[in-house]
């Protein structure tokens, strides 16, 4: 997965002061719609996030409207990341090699911000400017209580996400849908992301 790139080792050089990515509580806008409080559990498996679980949260919105959210632990995420074929992933790699992650990370760590439209108003495949009404979809790393601001969060357009799932072969579309009946997940959620890349 992408935020395998960004891990700390990468920035730990003993030449330099290391610099960690700024950490902040998590922005109201990755809390699940109807809560006033951050997501407490894998949507797939239901672990409960401890202060030092990492985790991601995906969610599709268009203007107040959320299409889908969850969150996920990262060993989900990478069983998820598995179910794809070699085909899918280096396709889905080619397709975003014009996204500069680490330089992205970089330009983060150094500014520090915790603005959080710096990171999600613009597409990060496209970089086109993001429309709210338009459907789109946001990401975040997090740690417990805490957002991490480097390459993650950011945005991508509806356009790009439908891009990247006809890079999907259909063997992987269906292992993606096989994968996704193996947890407990409401109904009304699993329709809604099945034959999706999510966090990929
Ligand atoms: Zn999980």
Redesign the pocket.
């Known amino acids: 997965m992408l935020y395998e790139d960004f891990d700390d080792e990468e920035w730990d050089d003993d030449d330099f002061e290391f610099i960690h990515p700024k950490r902040g509580p998590i922005d109201k806008v990755f809390y699940p719609f109807d809560s006033k409080e951050p997501f407490k559990s ?6 409960q996030f401890e202060e030092d679980t990492d ?1 991601l949260i995906e969610k599709a919105v268009k203007g107040n409207d959320v299409i889908f959210e969850l969150a ?2 990262l ?3 990478e069983n998820m990341r598995k179910q794809l074929s070699e085909d899918s992933l280096k396709n889905i790699e080619k397709y975003m090699s014009s996204v500069d992650f680490e330089g992205r990370a970089q330009h983060f760590v150094e500014t520090q911000s915790d603005k959080i439209q710096d990171y999600i108003s613009t597409c990060l495949v496209s970089g086109k400017e993001i429309d709210p009404n338009e459907e789109h979809q946001i990401y975040a790393l997090c740690t417990g209580s805490q957002m991490i601001y480097s390459a993650m969060p950011y945005a991508m357009r509806g356009a790009v996400m439908e891009e990247i799932q006809e890079l999907l072969s259909p063997e992987t579309r269906q292992e993606l849908d096989d994968f996704m009946d193996q947890y407990l997940i409401p109904d009304d959620l699993r329709d809604l992301i099945k034959g999706r890349p999510v966090f990929v």
Do not use: R
């Open positions: 894998c949507t797939m498996c239901q672990t985790f996920m632990c060993p989900c995420a």
